[in-house]
């Protein structure tokens, strides 16, 4: 199970998000090829590695081929303001059907149609004005279509299940738009965060705007969970993606990818509590068991068990038994009843008295391999990873056996 970490201590924009992710290692080349299932033309993808204050990062633009107009959505109704020339315009029935007539598939298509939503309703009620009325410049809404599109491509070709993120960092005072004088957080960015729970905090040495509508718009999509940086997950990569605006401090997105693979964390306390999940299943079929457990494994499940059962009126059935963190319970009783024909799971909180665990890395002749050293008390356990001696029995050509012996005797040496 993959997590995304947004670390926005200087806010989030589009082009900040997916800097940041290409800088995770994104393939650019699989990243255009995706993004080019749109069917649009009139942009350019530009992608630089460079440093500030010394760290490196990425920096990406969309490079339209008109220059972009100004703002984000304007209102013909407002009286103070003229168009200056006869641009085409996008309404959020327009961008839908774009979205639509793609060859994306369908979870891009409906997670970036939900942020245009997001933000065009909001634009609606700042203007007061109605929500078919909204309308993106074409040239401006081409730019937002590609942020929008290419940070799902990107969390997708990443594979990330799920995204968390800090507080929000905000400048503050004024910037200037088409309409004039916005105060920061600008209205768009307000008005998204009503009704949520999205922290917001304001820099008053920063002039300006940190969090864009469109980064606010991904973030009110993607994030359900904001605090500190994970603790007990591994981190496998960091990234910086690079704001435009000179903000006189670091300006960049800071996102974390962690792995949170249970079996491979320390675990310090020798006591700890889980949830079982249950549920009797007698109308199941094989396949659908079997994916079932794969994705109930891949969302994090500590472990996920059949017992053969016998139910009323005779019939021979399954028990599928899911062992989790206790505050999961929700997300894995939503996985058991949309997996499986069930229609209610039954749950138990267990204590468990467990060793405490570390792991270490021994150098071998079939190269590093990761040992789990548990303890409780005066007993101590030392175990081989398992994935790390099949691999490297694959990459040798000799048998798991050999490897594990290998790490005994260098164990016991
Ligand atoms: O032009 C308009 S109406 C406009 C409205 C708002 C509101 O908050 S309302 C904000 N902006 C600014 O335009 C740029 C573009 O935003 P993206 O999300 O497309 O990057 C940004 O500075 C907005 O704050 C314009
Ligand atoms: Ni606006």
Avoid at 64 to 90: C, M, N
Avoid at 205 to 215: A, K
Wanted: proline share 3%; net charge negative; aromatic share 8%.
């Amino acid at each position: 199970m993959k997590t995304l970490y947004l670390d926005a201590f200087s806010g989030i924009s589009g082009d900040m998000f997916i800097g940041a992710l290409l800088d995770l290692g994104v393939d650019f080349d699989q990243f255009r090829a995706e993004l080019a299932k749109l069917n649009v033309d009139g942009y350019q993808l530009h992608v630089e590695r460079l440093s500030k204050s010394s760290i490196y990062g990425t920096r990406f633009d969309v490079q339209l081929t008109h220059e972009k107009d100004h703002g984000f959505i304007e209102s013909h109704h407002d009286p103070h303001h003229e168009h200056h020339h006869q641009d085409a315009v996008r309404h959020l029935s327009d961008i839908a059907a774009l979205i639509a007539a793609s060859t994306l598939s369908e979870k891009i298509k409906q997670q970036s149609l939900a942020v245009f939503t997001e933000i065009a309703k909001a634009e609606a009620a700042v203007h007061h004005m109605p929500l078919e009325a909204v309308h993106f410049h074409e040239v401006g809404a081409l730019d937002s279509i590609v942020d929008i599109v290419g940070c799902f491509v990107a969390l997708d070709l990443l594979k990330v299940d799920e995204v968390r993120a800090s507080e929000l960092t905000d400048g503050s005072g004024f910037i200037h738009v088409a309409h004039g004088e916005m105060p920061v957080p600008v209205p768009a960015v307000m008005q998204m965060r009503i009704g949520t729970n999205i922290p917001i905090k304001q820099r008053t040495d920063i002039q300006t705007e940190l969090i864009t509508p469109t980064g606010m718009g991904l973030v009110k999509a993607l994030v359900r969970q904001f605090g500190p940086i994970p603790e007990a997950q591994i981190l496998l990569k960091s990234g910086y993606g690079f704001g435009k605006r000179d903000t006189g401090a670091f300006n960049a997105l800071r996102v974390l990818l962690f792995d949170e693979k249970k079996s491979m964390q320390t675990v310090s306390s020798d006591q700890d509590s889980v949830l079982l999940i249950e549920a009797n299943l007698d109308d199941e079929d094989g396949e659908s068991l079997g994916f079932a457990m794969d994705l109930l494994l891949e969302a994090g499940a500590f472990d996920v068990f059949f017992t053969p059962i016998f139910m009323k009126k005779n019939r021979p059935a399954i028990k599928l038994s899911v062992l989790c963190a206790p505050a999961e319970r929700d997300r894995f009783a939503s996985m058991l009843m949309k997996h499986t024909r069930t229609i209610g799971v039954r749950y138990q909180r267990m204590q468990r008295v467990i060793m405490k665990r570390h792991f270490k890395t021994v150098e071998t002749r079939f190269g590093p391999i990761r040992v789990k050293v548990a303890s409780h008390g005066d007993l101590v356990k030392q175990m081989a990873e398992y994935d790390d001696c099949a691999k490297a029995a694959r990459e040798y050509g000799t048998s798991l056996e050999t490897v594990k012996q290998e790490v005994n005797r260098l164990l016991n040496s």
